[in-house]
Each structure stands twice: as structure tokens, then as C-alpha cells.
């Protein structure tokens, strides 16, 4: 059996680069028309391009800040207008600025809450009546943060634990529709994100960067940083047609570096 996407809809938020773009490439392959956003027009089209050389469905790309209103309810709608509906919505944002309580301000305070956690809520509220029609599944990208807390990060820890909050609850809520909500955390995935992560420490301990990860990397039980396609296929499997009873799930991709239950 196959995934089941071709000729469906997709959309995928920040995915311009790192894992929204790997999880629309994904979904490309499959046959289905994704819809890519992100805040730099540049990298979106050159991101568009690129997808379209092995895409089998359409490509299409609309510039969205994920913390904006305005932004979010012109990106549901031109997706739906576009593509006649949407089957499944991947929900994903930048992660929020790093830092411990004493370190953080108001400001990076509202910052994280309207980027990482409204922006799902908004989305999820304008692309509902789609998914109602489709039975759809909408699947938030969040971290490994949302099972066990990391250092250092406490913005992402905050917030991710409510977007768990969130799809538990709208697993439920939305069951009556046949609508199917998981959440997606990454651990050490090698992107530019966890690169910048990398560099802060490296920075903050006096150690090379190589040092960083090599010390990072013996703290996975596979020994090892995934890939942003290994995250993809995930996501990839939550939103097919392979997925028709798993809801309100926390899955983390992380090589076994995740203690918690």
C-alpha cells in the first residue's frame, strides 16, 4: 500500500528550509500539491524551484510571518482557493529565542507565544472547515521539549508543552470529524537551527564546535545527528493514508536521546 497523497493537499508552514522544507519535499514526492511559506521571498522561491524538479503534484509558495493574523488567514485561504481544500495541515515555526528566565524579556515572552503557540491556533482556525470537508490531519512540528526539558531553552519549553496541551485536546474535539492531531518533535536534528544551538554552546563553554557536537552526539543512543529527511518520513506517515487510527500522539524523532516516558 501506498501513502495515498497523490492529488492531495498540503500545506506546510516556515518550510522554506530545515525540517518544513524537508517535510514538503516529502509530501512533493508523493505526488501531492504542497503549498510552502516562509517570511524571505527569496529563499521561498528559490525553495519552490527547487521541489518543483521532482515534484509530481503542484508546487505553489505564499509569503506568511506565522505570528502575524493578517498573514496566517491569507495563507489558509489562497491554499484552499488554490488547491480546491486542504487535506493536511503541518503546522512549524522558527524556535524561539534561547535562554534561561533571568536572560529573557517580555518582549521575547510575547515573541514565543504569537510565533510558536497562536500561530498553531490561528491556522488550525481559519483551515478547520477545510478539514472538516476532508477529514483531514493536521500535524505540528514542535521539539523534544514537549517530553523532557532542555537546558537552556526554556521559551521552547513553555510553549511546546502547550501545543501538547492543544493537540491532546483537539484530538478529541475534532474525532467527531474523523480529523486526525499529532504533534512531531525533533531532538538533534542536523539543521541550521541546531547548528546555531551548537554555536551558542560552544561559545558559552569555551569548547570548538566540533567538540560540542561530538560530546552532543555520544549523548544518543545511535551515536549520531538525524537528518531532516529522517524527521520528514514521520511526518510523512502521520499525514498519509497509512495513518487512520493514530491521534493525539507526541512523537519524538530523536535516536533514543529522549529519557521521559
Not at 515573541?111 to 510558536?116: D, G, L
Not at 500535524?139 to 491532546?168: A, H, Q, W, Y
Not at 551558542?200 to 549520531?224: D, F, H
Request: with cysteine.
Amino acid at each position: 500500500m501506498g501513502f495515498g497523497l497523490k492529488g492531495k493537499n498540503v500545506l506546510v508552514l516556515a518550510s522554506s528550509k530545515g525540517l518544513g522544507k524537508a517535510t514538503a519535499a516529502a509530501y512533493a514526492k508523493e505526488g501531492a500539491n504542497v503549498m510552502i511559506t516562509s517570511r524571505n521571498v527569496s529563499t521561498l522561491k528559490k525553495t519552490a524551484e527547487e521541489l518543483s524538479t521532482f515534484a509530481e503534484g503542484s508546487i505553489a509558495w505564499i509569503p506568511c510571518d506565522v505570528s502575524r493574523a493578517d498573514d496566517v488567514k491569507k495563507l489558509v485561504e489562497e491554499t484552499a482557493q488554490r488547491f480546491g481544500g486542504i487535506d493536511v495541515l503541518v503546522n512549524n515555526a522558527g524556535g524561539p529565542p534561547p535562554g534561561k528566565f533571568e536572560q529573557l524579556s517580555e518582549k521575547d515572552w510575547n515573541f514565543a507565544y504569537e510565533q510558536n503557540l497562536l500561530s498553531v491556533v490561528r491556522t488550525v482556525q481559519h483551515a478547520l472547515p477545510y478539514l472538516k470537508v476532508s477529514k483531514g490531519k493536521i500535524i505540528t512540528i514542535t521539539s523534544m521539549s514537549m517530553k523532557e526539558p532542555v537546558d537552556g531553552l526554556l521559551l521552547s519549553n513553555v510553549f511546546r508543552m502547550g501545543i501538547t496541551g492543544l493537540t491532546k485536546t483537539l484530538s478529541k474535539e475534532f474525532a467527531e470529524y474523523g480529523i486526525l492531531v499529532n504533534t512531531v518533535g525533533p531532538g538533534r536534528i542536523d539543521t541550521e537551527r541546531v547548528q546555531s544551538l551548537d554555536s551558542n554552546l560552544a561559545e558559552s563553554t569555551g569548547l570548538v564546535l566540533e567538540e560540542v557536537k561530538k560530546q552532543m552526539s555520544e549523548k544518543i543512543p545511535l551515536g549520531r545527528y538525524g537528518t531532516p529527511d529522517e524527521f520528514a518520513n514521520a511526518t510523512l506517515f502521520l499525514g498519509s493514508a497509512l495513518n487512520t487510527y493514530i491521534t493525539g500522539q507526541m512523537l519524538i524523532v530523536d535516536g533514543g536521546l529522549t529519557k521521559a516516558y
